[in-house]
């Protein structure tokens, strides 16, 4: 069925409507995932307050019952994002930020402004139609206000700061499929490479890093601890007590006396965290601390404590994520 | 009035800053405990262009004159004094008395190198007999056909076991003594009959060797009179002159980052249920460390100035180093005692950095010597003259 | 092979702090440097044009005096030329308008094989002038390179190192193209000092035009986002304690860590 044949069926006229749609662009199986659903589900909440559809751009027919579950009043199937929703006089365009730089690339298509990785205040000003949000600079410290007020305007979201969406599943849609065919892919594809990043980066520098303390247990656990910096794709290291059992060396001490540390999450594992360890974590923006005295001064420090005993939780959050 | 830095200052303060914490902090106390220079970082900062900050790019330096100079031992000592020392000796009193006095010639001779940090200088004036009183040298110079054979001690000189050069001045006209009978000399220490002694054990500087030079008939050929034969004297004072200067600044760098040191821990620590922050008398220990540190970099930038811009500068200079090691001393042993026990821990650097600070007092011109300085000056522009 | 590296000059991290408390930002000191990630494709930049015979590289940065700033320290680290493009406005300005000036830029510099800029901008909303440029000019665009290097057999093509889960992977591509580097992915090597005074004495180290001069006028300039300000996250709460059994708790846990 194409939209002529669905206007006379609906009695309105879709093509002059769907100016003032919303689209939401989720190539692959993206919404089938939490992101893909959290945008939807954010589209679905600025449509039901502009009186609009939601319409969800696919690659995967299979994808397209989640699609409508989470919010879409249709999806479109094409193999060619960019091409198809530009000739859709969409107004509003929003996609998860994974996918900033197709995001981007309508964008400068489409002329039109784009916010990326909104973390909060999507909106739609009820007078100008502008799409607002704010986005967070300088890893976090603050966030900007700004507003799209191209006639086109699109945002990418960040959906780990989204609540969870619910499916629907007696929500229906329609689904229609393009034939325009896949863009000629840019980059070809050498698979895994031997590279190894330099080894230049002190521990100032670190983004996630795993610390571990006396508080551990056994040097057991220094392992499992490294197994854990890895999964999270960070570094391990530790407090004094734990460069006198020789867990660590002097180079990933943490402490005032060692190296100070802002990394975006410290994890202390069995850190008891007097001030010298403590002292050189402030610039940490998030700190979680397990530790099994619930007296342990660390949880002065930590924005999310565990009392528990480091040598269980460790195994465990190992399996847990996989 | 205009207090800001010029762009290419501010740039360069940019680059030394980035260099200095994160290649050179992280070696500091490696340094200290070890006593050893580490020499893959001096040869990385010859490579780029710290050992000749001031001097002019025709010698190979990198131009930036005393206020760049000043910088650099601001930010070399805020993180190493110990490196600093190093740095502060070759360019201050080193390099700075061949560019100051030396002929064109010897100047192409030896400063390309000493700016590149191929060669390290060393600055000889101290004998076992003369420290303060510098002009009762000993070491004599004996002229025979195209060469001077120098014969003598140096004592307590900076960079002596790892120098390639020293500025050295010798007695060439025992009758003169040291005011018209003096020279300097330009020394390769690779010239038979020199040696350096084992570095002396110091309360402090460890990573900075200092050392007894000795001179067994070394021939000097004459080409490598720096400057006129018998006015070695005036361009040794000269040159400490100008050395105060810097001096100043690194004991600005020093007193800085105990300030900083200091902020973070009284923010960090709680007793008595609250940051020490809180205690009026650690408040009024901070209050007087910061306008001390801010009356200093006034001092020193505008002696700076003074220096770059061809005007008078002795006594400020003089008062650069005596208000910097002092301010340096007296800061550092504040943020000693805000950290209490870990302020004496040998693994802070609060420890260290009072062990370094306190020798600012005493080397090139203890600050009695300083005092006699400024005095003299003030004195001269009344028309009295003195003598220490 | 001809680089041009896109830069950007932002306010030092260390120079502001912000109270979240007054919803207020406290500027100390007037300082900038350059975007972290800038300065990582400044040195993929040197480094590849270095490695190849007959590469050069040209910095290029639109703003006020920070950005006049971030090209003398290119200068300073070994890019052959700079292009200002010197205006105030600039600084807050959206991807759309300062991919235009880039655009008309790149046509000033007599073209380019290779743009290189940061994959992240901290200050701003900027990181997607790499892809909007890519699909301006329509050349392919590859995103948070770590490292990029001549592809060893077939001429005017490049290989590109990505971080993808599990490891890293090369792709290639053709030339001409827009890369943009992934932050702390190289060592940014120090400008010299001499290098960096005999930036700053030569008068023609950078070549500075207004976007009027780039042919750019208000129409093209107009922004297509507005900055409305600045709000500020909640004030950080210390001591959420996660409860329940083992289970539960390392369940909370790992949810929490996979964000
Ligand atoms: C780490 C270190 C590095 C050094 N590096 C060098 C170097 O590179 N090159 C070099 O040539 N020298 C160097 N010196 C030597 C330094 O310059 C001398 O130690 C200094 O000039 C003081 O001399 P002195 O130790 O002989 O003390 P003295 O001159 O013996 O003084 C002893 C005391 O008497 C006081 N005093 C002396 N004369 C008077 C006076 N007229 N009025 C009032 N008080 C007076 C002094 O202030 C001091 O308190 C170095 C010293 C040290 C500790």
Redesign the pocket.
Known sequence: MDLADLSALLGEDLAAETFSDIWVVLPGHEAATPAGAAVLAEARRLADALGCYVHAVLSDDAAAPAAVAFGADRAHITADAVEYVSGQNPEFVLLPAGLNALAARLAQRLDSGLITAVTAGLDVDPDTRALRGSRPVYGGDYLLDLAVTSPVKIATLDTATLPAAYADPGRTGETLISDLPAPEPHARDLGRVDYHPPAWRPLSKGRVIVSIGRGLGEAAGVAQAQALASRLGGELAGDRSARDSGWIDEAHEVGVTGQEVAPDLYLALGILGDTIHNAAITGARRVIAVHANPAAPIFQAADVCVVAEPSAVLPALLAALG | MDFTFSPQHAALRRMLRDFCQQELRPRAAQVDHTGQPDREILRWMGELGLFGVPFSQEYGGAGAGEIGYCILMEELNRVCPSTA?IIG?HIG??AMSLYLDGSPALKRKYLPDLCAGRAIG??????PN?????AAIQLRATLEGDAYFLDGQ???????PIADLVMV?AVTDPALGAHGGATVFVVETNTAGFSAGKP?K?M??HG?P?SVLNFDDVRVPKENVLGQVGLGFVTFMKTLDIGRVSLGAATLGGAEAALQASLRWVKARSQFGRPIANMQSIQFMLADMATEIEALRSLVYRTAWLVDTDRPFVKEAGMCKLLGSETASRCIDRALQIHGALGVSREFHIERGWRDAR?GE????????Q??VIASELLQEIGVRIR? | MNIVVLLRALRDPASFSVNRRAQKIFVHRDLHRLNPADHNALEAALALAGASAGGSVAALACGGEPAGEALYQARAMGAGRALWVKDEALQPADGAVVTRVVQQALARLGGADLVLLGADVLDADLAQVGPRLAAAQGWPFVEAGYRVRAAPASQGRLQVVLAKPGGYQAVEIGLPAVVSIAVDSNKPRYPSAPSIMRAYADLQALDVVSPAELGLDQAALAARVDRLGESFPPERTFGERLEGTLGDVVAQLAARLQR
């Open positions: 020392a000796a009193i080193a060393a600055f000889g004036l101290t004998e003369a420290g303060s009183d510098a140096k004592m307590w000189i900076t960079n002596g001045l002396e110091k402090g500087l900075s200092t020798i005493i080397f090139e011109g203890t600050n009695e010597i005092r006699i220490p």
